[in-house]
């Protein structure tokens, strides 16, 4: 078994291809969620979006209604009374999946206090999460007061690697930009409204609280032979509970064992904190006194020509490499 400081490291994705196309990366969660509920009988929680399409965490029963939690959320979550929920469940001998941000996680470890053999904990790569108030301000420009009937972040109709932004109205239109366009998706993966402590984050460690950490394996350049269009996860391991669910869930699943380093190529945010943009004060004092977001946005994240055509550049390298590949 392959491992750096006790993490078993895998790759892989689901063999349901309608899974992964539901899902931000490789599927894995939905068949962990399956595990829990309909092997084990057990309880669900994780980030869903409420009838304002805010983030809050909620818990679920049923498999149908593992679909609200799947899908990546680049907001800061509200955790409302959920680790009394999580304690009181297990309280009662239920066995329960919690999946959160690593700091979510170590919160509900330190609020259980006790150890629960029937816990698994899973966390995720966490580039940081992003302020609710620049969600929300962000919905109303871009709605422009018409309904909305979802939202997905990571909309893979162009491919896992060319996902986009897509926002449905109830009048049947719909709004979509990829990563590069979306002004949201500019904004937050520049680090422009992420929260204060994410400049600092003392949970992206090798070791984690959680049981499993999830990702999406963006070094696959170093294991083109894994490629799939859907998408393909990167997935540590860090306890016997984790290794045990995992062989359970295998058979669903296209799985490789690899090199720790090679899984977080490309994946700085597992070990390295998001950097504070030097315009961050200027953003939210500019949408304080009521100035458009999407301008803010722009304004604080505009960048040289030079720094654009790299990436084009890098971007473009990538794409060929993966064309002469298949």
């Known amino acids: 078994m392959k491992r750096q400081m006790g993490v078993s ?21 939905y068949l962990l969620s399956k595990y829990i509920i309909l092997s084990m009988h057990g309880v669900v929680f994780g980030a869903q979006f409420d009838e304002k399409w805010n983030v809050e965490h909620g818990y679920c029963e049923k498999i149908e209604d593992v679909n609200n939690f799947m899908g990546s959320k680049y907001v800061q979550s509200d955790l409302k009374n959920v680790y009394i929920q999580t304690k009181d469940f297990l309280d009662q001998g239920r066995w329960v999946l919690f999946s959160g941000t690593p700091c979510q996680i ?13 816990l698994l904990t899973m966390d995720f790569i966490c580039h940081g999460v992003a302020s609710p108030l ?40 719909s709004y979509k930009q990829d990563l590069n366009h979306d002004y949201y998706m500019r904004g937050y993966l520049a680090n422009l409204f992420l929260r204060p402590s994410c400049y600092c984050c003392k949970f992206k460690t090798i070791e984690r609280k959680a049981d499993i950490t ?61 950097e504070k943009p030097a315009k961050r004060e200027d953003f939210f004092r500019s949408i304080r006194e009521n100035f458009s977001l999407v301008r803010s946005i722009g304004y604080c994240t505009s960048e040289s020509l030079s720094t654009v055509v790299k990436k084009f550049l890098k971007k473009a390298i990538i794409s060929i490499k993966i064309l002469l590949r298949k």
């Not at 490291?9 to 969660?29: A, C, L, M, P």
């Not at 206090?113 to 029937?118: M, V």
């Not at 620049?134 to 009937?149: G, V």
């Open 9 to 29: 490291t895998y790759v892989g994705y689901v063999k349901d291809n309608e899974i992964r196309v539901q899902s931000s990366s490789g599927g894995i969660f």
């Open 106 to 118: 170590y919160g509900l470890k330190a609020f259980l206090k006790d150890e629960y053999k029937t």
């Open 134 to 173: 620049t969600w929300e301000k962000y919905l109303r420009e871009i709605s422009k007061e018409k309904e909305i009937s979802s939202v997905n972040f990571r909309d893979k109709t162009n491919g896992w690697r060319n996902f986009s932004l897509k926002i449905n109205f109830s009048d049947g239109s």
């Open 214 to 274: 999830l990702g999406d394996f963006w070094g696959i350049d170093n294991m083109p032979e894994v490629y799939n269009k859907e998408g393909v996860s990167v997935i540590f391991v860090h306890s016997e509970l984790g290794q045990k669910v995992l062989q359970m869930i295998k058979g669903e699943v296209e799985l490789w064992e690899t090199n720790f380093w090679t899984a977080i190529d490309e994946n700085s945010a597992f070990m390295q904190s998001a």
